[in-house]
């Protein structure tokens, strides 16, 4: 069965740092890209960042230079680092499988990310 499992959220002052994790079973790792999304109450979900199966990333324009996706195939394991964090990132925040020009089929449970003082 394919799981995601996401871990990692919690509380964050702003302009702190988080790093999560996504640890994925249940098919084969480096045959998918990896994608981040997140939706906060009242708002659409977006995409954060997507990687592919050999690594090339993608992010959305107000994440550069803050987020940063990677992968390791070895431990069918993605992460995100979020640094420069601002109370707008406060989010759930969701890892997702997909197939290159496809959309996600699978998703994990989220994690919360709060940022406040």
């Known amino acids: 069965q394919v799981q995601l499992v996401e871990s990692g959220g919690g509380l964050v002052q702003p302009g702190g740092s988080l790093r999560l994790s996504c640890a994925a079973s249940?098919?084969?790792?480096?045959?998918?890209?990896m994608a981040w999304y997140r939706q906060a109450p009242g708002k659409q979900r977006e995409l954060v960042a997507s990687i592919t199966g050999g690594g090339w990333a993608n992010y959305a324009d107000s994440m550069k230079g803050r987020f940063t996706i990677s992968r390791d195939n070895a431990k069918n394991t993605a992460y995100l680092q979020m640094n420069k964090l601002k109370p707008e990132d406060t989010a759930v925040y969701y890892c997702?499988?997909?197939?290159?020009?496809?959309?996600?089929?699978?998703w994990g449970q989220g994690t919360q990310v709060t940022v406040s003082s």
């Open positions: 249940g098919f084969t790792f480096s045959n998918y890209a």
């Open positions: 997702t499988r997909y197939r290159l020009g496809y959309s996600p089929d699978y």
